[in-house]
């Protein structure tokens, strides 16, 4: 797939961006991140990307979610951190901080640790949500003890949190399934999945209005060139 990628560039002149994570929690790297380091013409950091997700597009429509896979390798562990402060640094004069999503957010410091109740803080006060996917992080060898998984503190500590599958077609679970590897391997109990499922409401919610919102610009714009 990834020598495809390169053919569409190479036979076309079409440029193509790739993201992802480089290695596992191991640090050996994955078979397409290999090739894709091998064959890459540039590689750069998502700083510049950031800045023009944050100053374009979350800008324009104060509504828009961010989405970054982060803390998802034991080797990279400020990732969350740095997500964080790229968006807050990318805020144009004026700007509050957009929706943020991060996938995954497995791996921090110690949350006992100055560094980690910082971010704690930054969470709470920019309102990111963190959504896990048990069977993916398994499955990928990105989860190499359960008793580590931070799911149970960050509920503790009141931070928005959520639940996913992380691709139903690649992994063969839904909804059903991850709640029960979270009942099961990390006992989240029935207060704690409420807790959870509030926040997936007020999201849910948001983007009802949302959609309802730019559904009726739309029918007045083609009104107005009808």
């Known amino acids: 797939q990834v020598d495809e990628l390169t053919d569409i560039v190479d036979n076309f002149n079409i440029p193509v961006l790739c993201y992802g994570l480089r290695a596992d929690a191991f640090t050996h790297l994955f078979p397409g991140s290999k090739r894709l380091l091998e064959v890459a013409d540039v590689i750069e950091e998502l700083k510049a990307v950031i800045k023009e997700i944050v100053t374009k597009i979350a800008a324009a429509d104060p509504n828009w979610t961010i989405r970054v896979h982060a803390g998802e390798n034991d080797s990279l562990k400020s990732n969350m951190a740095k997500t964080i402060a790229l968006i807050e640094q990318s805020l144009l004069t ?133």
């Not at 930054?122 to 008793?147: A, C, G, P, W, Y």
């Not at 949190?161 to 139903?168: A, K, L």
């Open 94 to 226: 004026g700007q509050t901080f957009p929706h943020l999503r991060i996938g995954h957010g497995l791996y921090c410091a110690s949350l006992k640790s100055k560094q980690e109740k910082e971010l704690l803080k930054k969470i709470e006060e920019h309102q990111v949500v963190l959504e896990f996917q048990l069977t993916s992080n398994v499955r990928l060898n990105n989860l190499i003890d359960l008793k580590t998984h931070p799911l149970k503190s960050y509920l503790e500590h009141g931070i928005d949190c959520v639940m996913g599958t992380d691709g139903y077609g690649l992994y063969g679970t839904d909804s059903i399934d991850e709640q029960i590897a979270l009942t099961n391997f990390l006992k989240i109990s029935d207060e704690e999945f409420m807790q959870m499922k509030a926040t997936e409401a007020e999201i849910i919610q948001r983007q009802k209005e949302n959609f309802a919102k730019k559904s009726k610009m739309m029918i007045i714009t083609q009104d107005k060139k009808v």
